[in-house]
């Protein structure tokens, strides 16, 4: 067998990695490039292989930045079959659909933007006047764009249209190709070639795959592929599988994630605690708490952490909004996989007949109206609403209805990467707390309006769903797996570099591959 490596090499995002093994041409994931808007956006417009000459796809789990070219692919004449996990094949409809649209509002956008400053040029009148006519043609309303009006004046005068990688329809499609399996049964993916799934603990459904493949001569080579690993002793999900089945522990490639090869989370244990001081905090100056969270994982996190503290007493509780329809149908999805969560969670919520994703205090918004009326309310809070770095979603406007005022609490849960809204929150507050608060707020953009940015700024970082270096390498280490071969992928180049400087000195072989670099296991 050998692999060759597209993406997530030697950065983190776009997780491609194609196998081959006598005729079969299995994908291993099929992620989307995320980061800088225009470097990302040609990326993910191509499929590196003709994906007609591809016999199957494993997906290791349903984030983005491992399925979301799937619909491209599929587009381009894909025929084969996309195996995963069970939870994964139920959440994938909803973050597939989800980046369509996100795809043609993104392109909608451009092409508005492309005419606008066309129509702005050619119109003589004063400037107020111009810009007051050109969006009652092009905007339906405040928010929503005319986009029947704008395709045909495109078209009329011959400017460059730009059409989304794909649409709601190709997302739809795409899906008649899933196929869900439970872990650890194996499953037949091509000629000679099987696949195992194994538990990665990263987010409901992600998984860390065997690929066996049985030469005619009776030979036999094995591949791991541990897609994103989660850390141990989390709440809700099992922990990374550290014990493998007898046939599958000899591995002559492991292909392993190094997101923080070089880094260090706070421990897990802390969590709770942490989170209880920011909420008395908050609460006793009678403000709200605005939490920015991804839809699929951290929201479902959130809410069994909030639901283990309201359960404990002492203290007062507050009504939780998840202001996300992405996160309701993400978290029914989680409800329905009880055989997926730890221990911890059968013996704190399942045991006494309680859904650890429901209380009495919760609330799933799904209306505009309503959520709308829920960004005016006045009343002590909390709502966690996506997109997990501020940069789109209904987050936005919570938090420009309740940024001003130093009674609210922005709490950040996740990795905000560079440029973000999110990080840009991050570094202003603390620059702001470093004076002690004083001489003018530090003021934000959101949505193109500029406001004080007076609310406290808080970060809790143990809700990482990435294992950090000493996770990675206790998987390694304390895993009953036999290992010849290390490749690392799925980490920025210094990351991957270092991690693999540090399991160097624990005795294993180690390659960073580069794109395109094939690797063979054998
Ligand atoms: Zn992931």
């Not at 951290?298 to 809410?303: A, G, K």
Request: charged share 25%; with cysteine.
């Amino acid at each position: 067998m050998n692999v060759t490596f597209y993406g997530g090499t030697r950065e983190v995002t776009g997780s491609m990695h194609l196998l081959s093994a006598e005729t079969n041409r299995i994908l291993l994931d099929c992620g989307m490039f995320q980061g800088r808007r225009k470097e990302s956006e040609q990326k993910n417009r191509t499929i590196p292989m003709d994906p007609q000459l591809l016999t199957n796809v494993i997906l290791s789990h349903a984030h983005i930045d491992h399925s979301g070219r799937i619909p491209l692919l599929v587009k381009n004449k894909f025929k084969g079959s996309i195996i995963c996990t069970r939870p994964t094949n139920a959440a994938i409809k909803y973050l597939l659909l989800d980046s369509a649209h996100i795809q043609e509002s993104d392109a909608n956008y451009i092409n508005y933007k492309t005419l606008r400053s066309f129509l702005y040029e050619m119109k003589n009148q004063n400037k107020k006047k111009k810009n007051e006519e050109i969006k009652s043609i092009l905007k339906k309303d405040r928010y929503e764009l005319n986009k029947d009006v704008i395709n045909s004046l495109i078209k009329k005068n011959n400017l460059e249209y730009i059409k989304p990688i794909y649409t709601e329809e190709d997302a739809n499609d795409s899906l008649k190709h899933f196929e869900g399996y439970p872990y650890e049964h194996p499953i037949t993916i091509g000629n000679n070639l099987t696949c195992t799934f194994y538990e990665a603990g990263h987010i409901l459904g992600s998984a860390i795959s065997i690929i066996k493949h049985n030469n005619k001569d009776g030979k036999r080579s094995t591949i791991a592929f541990t897609g994103d690993i989660g850390r141990f002793n989390k709440p809700i999900l099992k922990d990374p599988t550290l014990i493998f089945k007898e046939e599958d522990r000899d591995i002559d490639l492991l292909i392993i994630e190094s997101t923080y090869g070089n880094r260090y989370h706070e421990p897990v244990a802390e969590l709770k605690s942490e989170f209880k001081k920011v909420l008395t905090d908050t609460f006793n100056k009678g403000g709200t708490l605005i939490i920015p969270a991804f839809a699929y994982g951290r929201t479902q996190e959130l809410i069994y952490v909030l639901h283990e503290i309201y359960n404990e007493n002492g203290m007062e509780k507050k009504p939780v909004y998840i202001d996300s329809p992405l996160a309701s149908n993400l978290t029914k999805v989680f409800g329905e996989y009880p055989e997926t969560y730890d221990e911890e969670t059968h013996h704190t919520f399942l045991e006494h007949g309680e859904n650890p994703f429901y209380f009495n205090q919760v609330e799933f918004i799904s209306s505009v109206k309503d959520s709308m009326a829920l960004m005016q309310e006045d009343k002590s809070h909390i709502v966690i609403a996506s997109s997990g770095m501020c940069e789109a979603g209904r987050i936005l406007h919570h938090l420009r209805y309740k940024i001003h005022s130093p009674k609210n609490t922005i709490l950040t849960v996740g990795f905000m990467a560079k440029n973000t809204l999110g990080s840009k929150i991050q570094e202003l507050s603390a620059e702001y707390e470093k004076k002690g608060r004083k001489g003018e707020a530090p003021e934000v953009k959101i949505l193109n309006k500029l406001y004080p940015l007076k609310a406290k700024v808080s970060t809790i970082s143990g809700f990482s769903a990435h294992a950090d270096k000493n996770e990675l390498i206790k998987f390694l280490k304390e895993s009953n797996l036999r290992i010849k071969k290390i490749a690392i992928v799925h980490g920025e180049e210094e990351q991957s570099l270092a991690f693999a400087e540090s399991i160097k000195n624990e005795g294993f072989e180690v390659i960073v591959p580069n794109v395109g670099e094939t690797i063979s296991a054998v």
